[in-house]
């Protein structure tokens, strides 16, 4: 089994582990609290949104200019150090302009009802530099090929902590104050774990930077982190400016409501983001060296990997949907959310089925192009939400996201076609959507039961046991069985030596 295979199956099961523990959250949990999650929702994709101006496109520079310093001996001559300098001194910039962000969110967010929440406007500062730290060391990290403590960190820790502290909420042991610090706190213990991770591997080297001498390269870094910033900029508007146009446009409630739906629908994504994640720095080396033809057989099998996954998991949570809606507190409100879900999953099925194109342009001579289509895909998420939310709501938000994303990725794909001359898609794809559509019309003929929790099994079972033996059956992706057998074979092996 190969690098990418080995961390990646190990990030995936990190990550199910957290949708796991998300999930029965998701259901159990935040319903019980849908406005204080709702503020929560906003801070984070609002710090996430800061961030990104606070990083200065080092996220993708600490992969993409890697190979370039990397030199242990040296300690990597100090590019870490440089990282760590670029995004400190942003911050910096950052509180000198927050004032004027602050009246902005006075006027437009925290207004109205809202405006008892105006003062935790100030914790966007803690929150946007701790998530630009995590996403700086998740990146620098992936270099080495370790993945899979990053992910744990990053994936499972807020979705341990946050539960608590909304049952605390929800008890009356802490006020929103508290909700505010405790996630905070948490996501600053995720900063400072790997950061210990890299102290541990050897790796947090910080000497001068070399790149302080060298001109051209600075120039070249500088040029490459200034359309990733924007491009950056644009993605992460595209991402979450609906949960914050949500909350500003109708309340923090309805906020958690669109929320819930989107972590819903989140669990689709899950595999792809942990595959990109690792095949980045892969990417990034066979661009390099100008191996197209390794390029194009990770492309075709992110998609196909991607999507069969990816169809599953959709239809699966949307044959159960309505049946987990009723054991979720807050059932009413909930259900308002029924085609944010549906929406949301259909834009996650469309950017699985393109693959890792947007690695590829990030990684290619034509980075720059990543900002026309990024600012593009902003400007068409935040007009449609303008048109659709106040015509459609909840849903609205959900199909101004599937619209832009559809868009979006048609575009790269041509572009990716044009250019390279590659393509993800390959026949396998159709029989993978034949039998997931199949399986989803035969569990729609399951009758009702008066208990929703038997529904959920009943139909849960059907279409994953219908899918599943089709899939592996059929041999639709290699690699799955492949990862199949071997995750057989390593528990016969420790069952038998235990």
Same mark, same amino acid.
Request: aromatic share 16%; proline share 4%; glycine share 8%.
């Given at each position: 089994m190969g690098v990418i295979q080995r961390q990646g199956f190990a990030s995936s099961i990190i990550g199910y582990i957290g949708v796991v523990i998300g999930g029965v959250s998701t259901v159990l949990i935040y319903p019980k609290a849908l406005e204080m999650y709702g503020l929560y929702q906003f801070l984070y994709d609002t710090g996430i949104m800061l961030g990104i101006f606070v990083m200065m496109g080092s996220g993708?520079?600490?992969?993409?200019?890697?190979?370039?310093?990397?030199?242990?001996?040296?300690?990597?001559?100090?590019?870490?150090?440089? %990282?760590l300098m670029v995004n400190t001194c942003v911050f910096l910039l950052l509180l000198l302009l927050f004032p004027i962000l602050r009246g902005f969110l006075d006027d437009y967010v925290f207004s109205g009802e809202k405006q008892k929440y105006a003062e935790f406007a100030i914790y966007l500062l803690p929150f946007t530099f701790t998530l630009a730290l995590i996403n700086l060391f998740k990146n620098y990290t992936a270099n080495f090929r370790k993945i899979a403590v990053p992910t744990a960190f990053d994936q499972l820790t807020i979705k341990i902590t946050l539960p608590f502290i909304i049952l605390m909420y929800v008890a009356g042991w802490i006020d929103a104050h508290g909700v505010v610090v405790g996630t905070l706190l948490s996501?600053?213990?995720?900063?400072?774990?790997?950061?210990?991770?890299?102290?541990?591997?050897?790796?947090?080297?910080?000497?001068?930077?070399?790149?302080?001498?060298? &001109?051209?390269?600075?120039?070249?870094? =500088?040029?490459?982190?200034?359309?990733?910033?924007?491009?950056?900029?644009?993605?992460?508007?595209?991402?979450?400016?609906?949960?914050?146009?949500?909350?500003?446009?109708?309340?923090?409630?309805?906020?958690?409501?669109?929320?819930?739906?989107?972590? %819903? =629908?989140?669990? *689709? %994504?899950?595999?792809?983001?942990t595959l990109s994640g690792i095949t980045g720095p892969i990417i990034s080396q066979h661009i390099a060296?100008?191996?197209?033809?390794?390029?194009? =057989?990770?492309?075709?099998?992110?998609?196909?990997?991607?999507?069969?996954?990816? &169809?599953?998991?959709?239809?699966?949570?949307? =044959?159960?949907?309505?049946?987990?809606?009723?054991?979720?507190p807050n059932t009413a409100e909930l259900q308002k959310g029924m085609y944010v879900v549906f929406f949301l999953g259909m834009a996650q099925i469309v950017d699985m089925m393109t693959g890792i194109n947007n690695e590829i342009i990030a990684y290619s001579r034509?980075?720059?192009?990543?900002?026309?289509?990024? &600012?593009? &895909?902003?400007?068409?998420?935040?007009?449609?939400?303008?048109?659709? *939310?106040?015509?459609?709501?909840?849903?609205?938000?959900?199909?101004?996201?599937?619209?832009?994303?559809? *868009?979006?990725?048609?575009?790269?794909?041509?572009?990716?076609?044009?250019?390279?001359?590659?393509?993800?898609?390959?026949?396998?794809?159709?029989?993978? *959507?034949?039998?997931?559509?199949?399986?989803?019309?035969?569990?729609?003929?399951?009758?009702?039961?008066?208990?929703?929790?038997?529904?959920?099994?009943?139909?849960?079972?059907?279409?994953?046991?219908?899918?599943?033996?089709?899939?592996?059956?059929?041999?639709?992706s290699p690699e799955l069985n492949g990862w199949l057998r071997k995750a057989w074979t390593t528990w016969q092996e420790r069952r038998r030596k235990s």
């Open positions: 993708q520079a600490a992969v993409r200019f890697f190979p370039q310093f990397e030199d242990k001996s040296s300690g990597h001559q100090g590019f870490l150090t440089w %990282l996501f600053a213990f995720v900063a400072a774990g790997m950061m210990g991770y890299l102290i541990y591997l050897g790796e947090w080297k910080l000497t001068r930077p070399a790149i302080l001498k060298d &001109l051209r390269g600075l120039k070249e870094y =500088s040029r490459y982190s200034f359309y990733v910033l924007l491009a950056g900029i644009g993605s992460h508007i595209a991402f979450r400016i609906d949960t914050v146009m949500v909350a500003g446009m109708i309340q923090f409630q309805a906020a958690g409501v669109y929320a819930i739906g989107l972590r %819903l =629908s989140e669990v *689709i %994504l899950k595999p792809f983001v060296r100008s191996e197209w033809k390794e390029v194009d =057989s990770l492309y075709k099998k992110s998609s196909l990997n991607m999507t069969v996954i990816g &169809l599953g998991l959709f239809l699966l949570i949307w =044959s159960v949907l309505p049946e987990l809606f009723e054991i979720m034509y980075y720059r192009v990543t900002l026309i289509f990024t &600012l593009t &895909l902003a400007v068409l998420t935040i007009v449609f939400n303008l048109l659709f *939310i106040p015509l459609y709501g909840l849903a609205g938000a959900a199909m101004a996201t599937f619209l832009s994303m559809t *868009i979006y990725n048609f575009v790269k794909l041509v572009f990716i076609r044009v250019k390279f001359g590659i393509y993800p898609f390959t026949r396998r794809i159709l029989p993978a *959507i034949g039998f997931a559509a199949l399986a989803w019309l035969i569990t729609r003929l399951v009758p009702e039961t008066p208990s929703p929790f038997i529904d959920i099994v009943l139909k849960g079972g059907l279409f994953t046991g219908l899918y599943g033996f089709a899939v592996i059956y059929y041999e639709i």
